[in-house]
């Protein structure tokens, strides 16, 4: 099963166009998120620059970053031109008070790699937004950096987190718990998310990300010390693998056990230990693998749902990680793996998530970030 490559550049060409604003950034989708997301435009980079524009490229990873603060946080919603938009929920204008996982140090580090130009300042914002986290965040027991909320880890209705939902998860109910968990996030005083005491999760794929950005840049800059300080979170990842259920576990309070998603075998961008199971999980067409690309939670969980938010439809930004994982190590499921996201991303219509066997689009449609099967 193949795609011509010259349809799906056309097709993901068309849609980065019209998703694109004149302020410097492409939107997710033009009505159903219609404001800048932190990962997504992170993803976006990488796509423009795949599509040969480097100054959109290099556009999009500067707007995402301009509202960092001191510390190095960098939110994970920009409401541009609205700055009253959700102020009252977020508790400030202009953005969110939370963020998402780190992917501006791969971009970063890819555009170089490209041979984008990409200003000095830019790389340096990003060196910070991963020291905020490595630095800043409290930290899990066993070590891990902390999520203040299930937002931050991009996957948010993910079935590990069925523990804070009370009576069993149900998409409403969580959706109330989640605005609750909002009110017990502890922040700095330039306001700055530090640590929330009802959700002190060690995510084992937010983890995972941190390290591997970190890694990234540097590479770019020739940080020691940032490499330092992946190579310490590594090892506290590295003793999270559940050999039993062929993944890697979260730290923390309420977390669901071993539930097997496909997240949880981002670590395999960073370990080499138990690497191989976890692409054998990504493999298995009775789990985790499938036709379109993988499954966002294996087939075998009680409340595996490929129709479900999070809790089945593969999802393309995690099906490309999870890509150059393999691809780096050299493992044929990186095919299986390239092959799927381009066929699910097109048969999809370049859907924001879609049904693993299926390729049934679900969520927004057309979702910017799907034009990463560009890149597999």
Known sequence: MTVPAGDLRAAVATMMAAHWREGGY??????????????????????WAE?????????????VLAVQDELGFVPHMTYHGD??????????????????????????AELVRRGVAIPDELVERAVDGVRFLLEHRARSTEGLVTVVHPWETGCDDSPRWDGWCPGGYERARFREVKGELLASVEWSEGGAPLANPAFAV????????????????????????????????????????????ATWTDDGPHVSGAVRTADGLLPTLLLTRDRD?????????????????AAGTDRREPAYDPTSYWRGPVWPQVTYLLWVAASRAGHPVAGELATGLRAGALASGLAEYWHPDTAAA??????????LALLV
């Open 26 to 47: 492409t939107v997710p989708h033009g009505s159903v998120y219609p404001w800048q997301w932190l990962w997504d435009s992170c993803f976006h980079s990488l796509i």
């Open 362 to 371: 679900g969520g927004a449609v057309p979702q910017s970030w799907t034009g």
């Open 202 to 245: 060690g995510s084992a794929g937010f983890n995972a990300l941190v390290a591997w950005n970190a890694l990234e840049l540097a590479g770019v800059t020739g940080d020691d010390g940032l490499a330092t300080a992946a190579a310490d979170l590594t090892e506290a990842l590295d003793g999270r693998w559940s050999g039993d259920r």
């Open 51 to 63: 599509l040969g524009d480097g100054d959109r490229a290099v556009a999009e990873l500067a707007n």
């Open 277 to 293: 199971e976890g692409f054998a999980a990504l493999g298995d067409r009775t789990g985790l693998g499938g036709p379109f690309g």
């Open 83 to 108: 700055p009253a938009a959700r102020a009252d929920f977020w508790g400030r204008p202009g953005t969110s008070s939370i963020t998402q996982p780190p992917v501006y140090g791969h971009a970063a």
